[in-house]
């Protein structure tokens, strides 16, 4: 098969290199990428929102099997406008149409569909300018802290907890009234706080049936012991420890099968990956976010501990047979440590050399790009998040240490990464 995925992070490494992996594939190319992409096929000099080129791509290269790896081009409708092209519609499309991807690109609409499907999630109100005082009110009257997220994608930087009325107040002029997060902030949602370990489950759908992924943890907070600013991610791990068969089983009954189920009754095609973002509050799962792709760094352990083909995997999710496939996992646990440059996730210099690529052990990891580039003769920072090292281990404890002993051979200025990552299981 000819495969084109679409992204330039981590997770989008991780996905090349097990479908480079695959006897199924036969060529592979990667939009735009990254300096770690193009061991794995052929990276190419467009962006994941450019549908012209994509789409002229597409025909010219007798794409077979398009991946899209993160939710911008979805939210914007990608799959739709692939689809909709006759010279096209053959193609196999990993990734929802736009409709399906407002899970993810507008929480109002996430919201009322686990409310019309009964899946638990904290309890919440929408406002907008034309309701904003009622808003001022509820704010005032509602138990703290209180959560405020914009509706639409803000590049992960939307929701705000809020521990005083005033504070909250305040952040929800700011998104309403002065459009903090420009369109995206137009309608807030407000919910309840749920008090909670976070896990990330991962499903992927044929629209009908579904396979479960292996669960990670990623760890949100740039510093030490869960503090300071939210980011992407700075690390994961899989399995989590306190997951056990019984919480799954929870899982999978109040959460991923109404949402599998609600998708098809009400008519919306589906066939890619859900990212079921839970809060697990006294054993029982609350649906925090849907997103419509794979996590990044999840995907970088998550991937790791796919023994089954990926290629198979997503051929039998475009063509409606996921009830014939078994996923297997490696037992063993993977952990990632997320390298950043200084400053992220706030302001940041990119375009510093990266040494010492070459020494890291690939007996016993994987390094993963997320934001680099090759430029002249040299592999250079090109993002916040600039490398990952996965590892294996027994246990949690043993993988994270294999991987920071690894990260010890790279140097770039301003590298930083999170020396903790997995420490409540240690
Ligand atoms: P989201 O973009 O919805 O994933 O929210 C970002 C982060 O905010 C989540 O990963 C949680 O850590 C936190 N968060 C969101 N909603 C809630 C909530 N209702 N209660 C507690 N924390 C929340
Ligand atoms: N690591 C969180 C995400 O991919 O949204």
């Known amino acids: 098969m000819r495969i084109l995925l679409l992204g330039s992070g981590g997770r989008e490494h991780a996905l090349a290199l ?6 199924l594939c036969d ?19 467009f962006s994941v929102t450019d549908f012209d080129s994509i789409k002229s791509f597409c025909k010219s290269e007798k794409i077979d099997m398009v991946l899209v790896g993160p939710e911008e081009p979805l939210v914007k409708g990608v799959t739709d406008i692939l689809h909709e092209d006759d010279e096209l519609k053959n193609m196999k499309i990993i990734g929802p149409p736009k409709k399906a991807a407002q899970l993810e690109g507008s929480k109002a609409f996430a919201k009322a569909f686990m409310m019309r499907h009964n899946i638990p999630t904290a309890t919440y109100k929408e406002f907008t300018l034309e309701n904003y005082q009622e808003g001022v009110t509820y704010l005032q009257e509602h138990s703290l ?17 809020c521990e005083n009325p005033l504070e909250a107040i305040a952040e929800f002029e ?10 995206a902030s137009k309608k807030v949602v407000v919910e309840q ?8 489950v991962f499903a992927i759908t044929d629209g009908k049936n579904y396979v479960l992924l292996p669960e990670a943890k990623d760890y949100k907070r740039v510093g030490e012991g869960d503090t300071g600013l939210n980011t992407g991610g700075m690390g994961a791990v899989s399995p989590v420890p306190f997951v056990d068969a019984a919480l799954m089983k929870k899982i999978e009954e109040k959460v991923v099968m109404p949402t599998v189920d ?13 990212f079921f973002g839970l809060m697990i509050a006294d054993g029982e799962p609350y649906m925090i976010e849907y997103n419509c792709r794979m ?6 352990v998550v991937i790791p501990r796919l023994k089954t083909d990926l290629v198979e995997l997503l051929v039998a999710a475009a063509d409606g047979k996921l009830d014939k496939i078994k996923v297997e996992t490696d037992t063993r646990t993977a952990c990632t440590v997320v390298a950043v440059s200084g400053g992220y996730p706030g302001d940041y210099k990119k375009g510093y050399n990266i040494k010492g690529l070459a020494d890291i052990d690939s007996q016993k990891s994987l390094l993963f790009h997320m934001g680099t580039i090759a430029e002249d003769g040299e592999i250079k920072t090109n993002g916040g998040r600039v490398l990952c090292i996965s590892s294996y281990g027994h246990s949690v404890l043993e993988a994270v240490e294999t991987s920071k002993k690894e990260m010890e051979k790279l140097f770039f200025t301003g590298l930083t990464y999170r020396k903790d990552i997995g420490f409540e299981f240690s």
């Not at 300096?35 to 190419?44: F, I, K, P, Q, R």
């Not at 996590?295 to 970088?300: A, K, L, Y």
């Open 18 to 23: 097990k479908i480079s992996q695959s006897e």
């Open 27 to 45: 060529e592979l190319f990667i939009a735009p990428g990254n300096a770690g992409t193009a061991d794995c096929g052929t990276n190419l000099p």
């Open 145 to 161: 802290p209180i959560v405020l997220k914009a509706d639409g994608l803000a590049a992960g930087k939307g929701v705000v907890i």
């Open 174 to 183: 700011l998104m309403i009234q002065r459009a903090k997060f420009g369109e």
């Open 193 to 200: 706080f749920l008090k909670g370990i976070e896990i990330s």
């Open 262 to 274: 609600g998708l098809q009754k009400e008519g919306i095609d589906y066939c890619g990956f859900i």
């Open 295 to 300: 996590g990044d760094p999840e995907t970088e």
